[in-house]
């Protein structure tokens, strides 16, 4: 599977590929996630990593780009100056509300499509905007926003994704949230199930 990812990866002159997952993430993992972003940056030379920024396998999965190749890093936040100090100079930062109105409605279109459930919170935040409530809604609003992309900001769609999930419930939350967009989008899931034999 290895092999058949890199050239398939290869072939693009600018992969884009998502590195992420749940937030909990036990110690004797951490070292997978980093040896992987570091197999991936290598054999990839040429492909860009994109992250929701949130604290757990995000961060772990960029710990050491972050030093060594921080031009390479994309930054997909719900809010501008999210995590801020997790940021390092030299990367990509885009927020949600970079985004033009149209583009904004096939993020919403995408993820009420993966996630129905959410409908009220989402509808919620598009009629109030920001507050403790709908805050959440961003959050998955961004999610789908790292597969999906945005041409107005020169953000193309995800080309792989690579997750890090909780064994005993692999698709809940925005972690979950973000691998149903991918599917939606026949964006390429791989999760520790996979790229575990890699390392």
């Known amino acids: 599977m290895k092999q058949q990812f ?9 992969p884009v590929v998502l590195l992420e997952g749940t937030r909990k993430v036990p110690a004797t993992a951490t070292p997978g996630l980093q040896t ?10 040429a492909a860009v990593f994109r992250s929701g920024n949130a ?7 960029f710990l050491g780009m972050a030093a060594e190749n921080p031009e ?6 719900p809010y501008p ?12 930062v885009f927020a949600l509300g970079d985004l033009k109105p149209e583009e904004l ?14 409908e009220s919170l989402i509808r919620a935040y598009l009629a109030r905007g920001r507050n403790r409530v709908t805050v959440k809604a961003m959050y998955l609003l961004r999610d789908a926003l790292k597969v999906i992309g945005a041409e ?9 994704g690579f997750f890090f999930v909780n064994p005993e419930n692999p698709l809940t939350g925005g972690t979950g949230h973000t691998i149903r967009v991918c599917r939606a989008m026949q964006v390429p899931v791989f999760t ?5 034999a890699w390392l």
Request: aromatic share 6%; net charge positive.
């Open 55 to 61: 604290q757990g396998a995000d961060t772990l999965f």
């Open 81 to 92: 100056k999210q995590g801020k100090q997790r940021i390092p100079p030299k990367a990509s």
């Open 72 to 77: 390479r890093l994309e930054y997909i936040l």
């Open 6 to 14: 890199l050239k398939q990866a290869q072939k693009s002159k600018r």
């Open 105 to 118: 409605k096939a993020v919403v279109a995408i993820t009420l499509a993966a996630s129905p459930e959410l």
């Open 36 to 45: 992987l972003a570091h197999l991936l940056a290598d054999s990839l030379p």
């Open 152 to 160: 107005s900001l020169g953000l193309p769609p995800a080309d792989f």
């Open 192 to 196: 520790q199930d996979d790229w575990g």
